[in-house]
């Protein structure tokens, strides 16, 4: 069992940042992708950004050049730093690792960031 916790989101003026992380229990979590998706009120659930065990990296085309993912395999914690945030990034945000071994995927409780204008 993989239990994700969220934090850093908050209140935000456009045009600043925010660093979200998530902590995750176990042993699985160097072995697997990561990421963080994110959820507006009345939409889906879209991916935002990914990161392989061996670092290579997604992004959604709205958030590239301005959200970095990281990871610290070590600390078992994917990182998401944004900058330049807008309204439109508005959302509940959300941590997922998917487990390659049975394709079973854990997420966060969510974490809220508003980006005021």
């Known amino acids: 069992q993989v239990q994700l916790v969220e934090s850093g989101g908050g209140l935000v003026q456009a045009g600043g940042s925010l660093r979200l992380s998530c902590a995750a229990s176990g042993s699985i979590f160097s072995r697997n992708v990561v990421g963080w998706y994110r959820q507006a009120p009345g939409k889906q659930r879209d991916l935002v950004a990914s990161?392989?065990?061996?670092?290579?990296?997604t992004y959604a085309d709205s958030v590239k050049g301005r959200f970095t993912i990281s990871r610290d395999n070590a600390k078992n914690t994917v990182y998401l730093q944004m900058n330049s945030l807008k309204p439109e990034d508005t959302a509940v945000y959300y941590c997922n690792l998917k487990n390659v071994a049975n394709d079973i995927r854990y997420w966060g409780q969510g974490t809220q960031v508003t980006v005021s204008s």
């Open positions: 990161i392989t065990p061996s670092g290579s990296r």
